[in-house]
C-alpha cells in the first residue's frame, strides 16, 4: 500500500536521487539538497514498503497563485498512479490554505490534463515568471508548458 505523507529530514538523500533521475534528462530542472531542506515543508513523498518512490512539492507564488513543482515518481513506479496521488495530496493543501490557482510548467501535459489541469500562457502567471523565471537558464527558450487548476473548480473523484 502506498501512503502519501509530508518530507522528513531523512527523505532528502532519496529525493535529491529521484529529482536528478528526471533532471538529468531535462524533463525538470534540478534542486540542490540545500534547496530541498529548506522547503521540507513543503515536500510531500510516496512511500511503499518503506522506500519513498514519488515526491511532489507545493511553493506558494502569492494569494491567489501556488505551483506544483518537482513531481517525480520511480521508474520502477510508473504507471501506478502514485503522480496523480501526489497530485491530489498536492491539490488538497492548496485547498486547505485557500489558494485559487494552481500551477505546474511541464513537459507531462497529457498526464496534468487528466489530473484537471488546463493549458494556459505565462503572461497569466506574472508571479511566477518575476519570481523563478528570471532567473532560470532557459528564460529565453523556455519549452515547459504553463498549465493551470482553478482549485475551487477542481473535486477529484
Not at 511532489?56 to 510508473?78: F, H, N, P, Q
Not at 493549458?119 to 518575476?130: A, C
Request: a negative charge; one cysteine or more.
Amino acid at each position: 500500500m502506498v501512503e502519501i505523507r509530508r518530507a522528513k529530514i531523512s527523505d532528502i538523500d532519496r529525493l535529491h536521487e529521484l529529482i536528478n533521475i528526471y533532471s538529468e534528462k531535462e524533463i525538470l530542472l534540478p534542486r540542490t539538497k540545500e534547496s530541498l531542506y529548506q522547503n521540507i515543508f513543503s515536500i510531500f513523498v510516496a512511500e511503499k514498503d518503506g522506500e519513498v518512490i514519488g515526491s511532489a512539492s507545493l511553493t506558494i507564488l502569492g494569494k491567489e497563485l501556488a505551483e506544483i513543482r518537482s513531481l517525480v515518481v520511480d521508474t520502477s513506479a510508473l504507471k501506478m498512479g502514485i503522480g496523480k496521488m501526489l497530485v491530489e495530496k498536492i491539490v488538497e493543501e492548496t485547498r486547505r490554505l485557500g489558494i485559487e490557482k494552481l500551477i505546474s510548467l511541464t513537459y507531462q501535459v497529457e498526464f496534468f490534463e487528466k489530473c484537471g489541469f488546463e493549458i494556459t500562457v505565462k503572461d497569466n502567471m506574472p508571479q511566477k515568471v518575476w519570481k523563478d523565471c528570471i532567473t532560470c537558464p532557459k528564460l529565453h527558450n523556455c519549452d515547459e508548458v504553463a498549465m493551470i487548476m482553478y482549485v475551487k473548480d477542481n473535486i477529484f473523484i
